[in-house]
Each structure stands twice: as C-alpha cells, then as structure tokens.
C-alpha cells in the first residue's frame, strides 16, 4: 500500500485530507512522494514560522535529544525555565505554563480565570464571553468556549459558562456583562479559522471598557496569530490591549508540539502548587527549540512580515477574482469570487499549497518566506483568482 492507502485504512477519519503525501522540506519548499515541489503559504497551519527543516532550529532541537528528551515536571530543566524567562521578558508577562498544543493553552487559560475570579469574589462568577466566529480549540471545554453553533452538536453535554458576543453588534459585549454573572472576556484579534476576521477597533475599545468597569479578566487567544505571524510578537500589541492572560502555540514551537499561557502581574498566582498541570507541558527539546525561534523572533523579523504582507495586499486587493483581503501581517484571507476550494486545488496543481477559512482562501506562509517564492507564489494565486 502507499502512504495515502495506509493511511485511509488505520488512520481515524476526522481529516479531510488534501490527495498529497509530503514527504520533505526545506524552507518554503515542500516535496511530495511523486517528486513534485510547492510553495508553501500554509506553514503546517501557522507553526513552521521559519519554514521546515530550518536548520538552526533544527540543531537547537537535536543537541537538546543527545543530552535528554524528557524528565517530567518533577525535576527542573533549563530550556523550559529559559523559554519562559523569554516570553516573559518580550510580553512584561510574569509568569509562564507550558502545556502542548493551542487547545491546551486555552484550557489552563480557562481554569485560571475562573480559579482568580474564585478566589477574588466567590461562588457563581464563571461565566466568559467569548465571541461568534472564534475558535478555541477541540476540547469539550474550549469547543464550548468556541463561539460556533456547528461545533456545539454531537457531544453534549459541553461546559457550561459561555456566552457568545457579536463582534459586529456594537454593546454585545456590555450587554452580557450586564446579564450574567462573568470573569471573564475571551477574544482573538483575528479570527483564523472563523475566517480571517480583524475585530474592530470600536469593538476592541468596548471590550477594554466593559472589561475594566466590571474586573472582567482579558483573555488573548494567541494560538494562532502569535509569535510574529501578524507582524508584532503577538497581535494584542497591534491594537493597544493589555491581556490578563496570553495563550498560544502554534508557531512557538517551529514545529514540534508546544502551547504556552501566559500570566500578568494580576493573575500571576491564580494557579497554585497542584491546581494544574502536564507531563510532557515544558518538554526539554520542545522547549530549546521554541527558544531558537523565540530569541529570533526580532525587529528585523517582524519588519519583513509586514513587508511581505504590504507586498500580497497591494497584489491581490483589487485583482481580477477578489472580492476583498483582510486580516494582519502574515495571516490573511481572501475573500474569492470562485469557491475557496476550487481556488485551493488549482493553485495546488501548480505547485502552490493554500489553504481555506470558512469561505474564505488562507494564507499563511512562513515569516521568511524568500520574496522570489513569494512572488512565484502570488503570480499563481492571482492567475487560478481570474
Ligand atoms: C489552532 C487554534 C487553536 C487550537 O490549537 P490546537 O493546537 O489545535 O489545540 C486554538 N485557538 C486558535 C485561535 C487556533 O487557531
């Protein structure tokens, strides 16, 4: 059997899988197992922020395996305290816990909120706002927090204490404030995969109102634009927030499993000595890998973000097939005249992998991604638009 044979037999169904097999990489170049070469603006959906095989990263990873891979939360071990002293030291954040994935972040973001207000003010006061379009994760708990009616089917019971806010209705979010007993406002500063959506300024400054007025903690799901993808080290700094608590994942880890949450100095002890925690969370080679990529996540990096971006904008906003661009630096959408899907396969037959948010086509690519590939990229994105 091949790759995509094997696969289809013993793999649990839940992807729907593109008909390719990648079998290597190097940079923003992607091999499948016929041999044929693409241009990657997809980066494994966020994550390979320096594209794949990246070879310092690679080296800070391998010389980590040879000293040891793992020894558990029990012992201390250097990548992880240095990471955190990392993210730390480029957020003002105090105080950091690891976990492995995006889901996982925002699961302890979760607890954490509620654990504060708890502590603070008592039974009841649990319920956060989280928004329409968002998406948390697929665990019980964060596909509750997910504000999507399509994905709150099939598995119920789900975690009470949501609530869902409009981004597009001014005063929704007072308005659940006002209405239920809450800790908390839970937000992405672009909606990724409910399409590529830019909140508001308007509906930013509300929610740092409401949030204020009614010591609602401010929750920032960076799973997916943090880590340079929009141009800052996280996209709450593009839009003048301050979170109580940062999740994120993703690209942290260059490409091996890792999720973080991040803790201000008013949250920083609203988890205590056996209220959480994760037996791979801070894994010694994941760790010294996402400090390769965090140490190099500087101003010169995230200069050539927005220059990219600047550079796909002014590309496609107006071309033939394309109704509109939105979203931040290295993360956009565009919104087709054509089916996204379509849009996807023939940009695939041509050796360019995109991807898709709701209706919308999602770009992606690795923050240095070279410019010639850029270029090759767009010049074929804007031919299959027409
Ligand atoms: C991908 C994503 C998640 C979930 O991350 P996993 O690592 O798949 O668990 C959560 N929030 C946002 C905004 C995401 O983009």
């Known amino acids: 059997m091949n790759i995509k044979e094997l696969d289809n037999q013993y793999v649990m169904a839940t992807y729907g899988r593109f008909p390719v097999a990648i079998v290597s990489g ?24 320096f594209g794949a095989c990246d070879e310092s990263w690679a080296k800070a990873v391998s010389e980590q395996l040879f000293r040891v891979q793992h020894t558990s939360n029990l012992y201390y071990t250097e990548p992880c305290a240095k990471l955190a002293q990392l993210l730390c030291q480029k957020t003002g954040m105090k105080k950091v816990f690891f976990g492995n994935s995006g889901a996982e972040a925002n699961e302890c973001m979760i607890k954490a909120a509620r654990r504060w207000s708890h502590e603070k003010y008592g039974d009841g006061r649990y319920t956060i706002i989280t928004l329409k379009n968002s998406f948390h994760g697929r665990t019980i708990t964060t596909l509750a927090a997910t504000g999507q009616d ?8 789900f975690t009470e204490g949501f609530v869902y806010a409009d981004p597009e209705v001014p005063g929704s979010v007072r308005k659940l404030a006002e209405e239920n007993n809450c800790c908390a406002v839970m937000i992405e500063v672009v909606q990724g995969e409910g399409g590529v959506n830019t909140l508001s300024q308007a509906f930013i400054d509300e929610i740092k109102e409401v949030a204020a007025s009614k010591d609602l903690l ?5 799973v997916q634009t943090g880590n340079g993808r929009t141009g800052a080290m996280y996209a709450y700094m593009n839009v003048g927030l301050q979170p109580d608590i940062i999740s994120t994942a993703k690209g ?15 949250t920083q002890n609203a988890l205590v000595s056996g209220t959480h925690g994760s037996t791979f969370g801070g894994n010694p080679a994941c760790a010294a890998g996402a400090c390769n990529i965090v140490e190099r996540i500087d101003e010169e990096l995230l200069a050539g973000v927005r220059e990219r971006s600047e550079y796909i904008i002014r590309e496609l906003t107006g071309a033939e097939g394309v109704k509109s661009v939105t979203g931040m630096g290295l993360m956009l959408g565009i919104d087709t005249v054509k089916p996204a899907a379509e849009v996807v396969a023939a940009c695939r037959e041509k050796g ?35």
């Not at 401010?218 to 960076?222: H, K």
């Not at 942290?252 to 008013?266: D, Q, V």
């Open 26 to 49: 190097k940079g923003s170049l992607l091999y499948d197992d016929e041999g044929k070469e693409y241009i990657d603006m997809g980066s494994g959906i966020a994550v390979n922020i």
């Open 218 to 222: 401010l929750l920032v799901d960076e």
């Open 252 to 266: 942290l880890g260059g490409g091996l499993p890792i999720g973080a949450t991040l803790f201000s100095e008013k």
């Open 150 to 157: 399509k994905m709150h089917t099939d598995f119920m019971p």
């Open 352 to 386: 360019v992998l995109v991807l898709t948010a709701k209706t919308k086509v999602r770009l992606l690519p690795p923050l240095n991604i070279p410019m010639e590939q850029l270029k090759k990229a767009v010049t074929v994105i804007k031919e299959v638009l027409k």
